[in-house]
């Protein structure tokens, strides 16, 4: 089990990075609502990219509520065929296990790749303040992908000090619309199951 306290890894890394630029690939706006703020140090370029959500209409809901948080962030159109194939032979995996790593892996590569070749600093993921996202996974794949295109990975674990509460707090002051689901068809059937 991997001990490793990334949220106090992040702070050290802010400390000497005061105006650095970041790009945060970003999930939702209600998980944003509370990773935006702890990122005051940096120069936060947020990005959208999540081929995994189930419909293009519930990708677009999901983008607009950003302007309720005064936030445009960069926009990769939406391709759900790729999340597929990336997740394809683990639809039926539990949320939480090998069809959520392939995601998550997509996801933090595509943002490692803008990164590199837009010159950011550093990058990284909302998707840690989840209490469903295992933040030592996101964490070593982030570390991975930041050998491959040579940008740096800013650790984090953004559940941590109350992290995913305060986005909860955050989500109802603003009014954001705040899904029941991560985003994909097979983890929406799980959430459907468990209310019947």
Do not use: W
Not at 21 to 28: A, E, Q
Not at 54 to 67: A, M, P, S
Not at 91 to 119: D, F, P, Q, S, W
């Amino acid at each position: 089990m991997n001990r490793t306290d990334y949220n106090k890894c992040m702070k050290e890394v802010a400390a000497g990075a005061k105006g650095a630029t970041l790009l945060l690939h970003v999930c939702c706006a209600p998980c944003s609502s509370s990773v935006l703020p702890r990122l005051s140090d940096f120069a936060v370029t947020p990005f959208y990219f999540n081929p995994n959500i189930d419909t293009k209409e519930e990708f677009e809901k999901r983008y607009v509520q950003f302007e309720k948080l005064g936030v445009k962030p960069v926009c990769v159109p939406y391709d759900h065929a790729a999340f597929l194939q990336v997740v394809q032979g683990t639809e039926k995996e539990k949320e939480g296990g090998a069809r959520c790593h392939k995601c998550i892996y997509l996801r933090l590569e595509e943002t490692a790749k803008y990164a590199a070749a837009n010159g950011f600093a550093y990058f990284c993921s909302s998707l840690s303040v989840s209490p469903h996202k295992d933040a030592a996974f996101i964490n070593e794949a982030g570390e991975m992908l930041a050998k491959q295109y040579g940008v740096s990975f800013l650790p984090n674990d953004f559940k941590k000090e109350n992290g995913f509460f305060e986005s909860v707090r955050l989500s109802k002051s603003a009014d954001l619309y705040r899904q029941s689901y991560c985003g994909c068809e097979f983890a929406k059937r799980e959430t459907e199951a468990e209310v019947l």
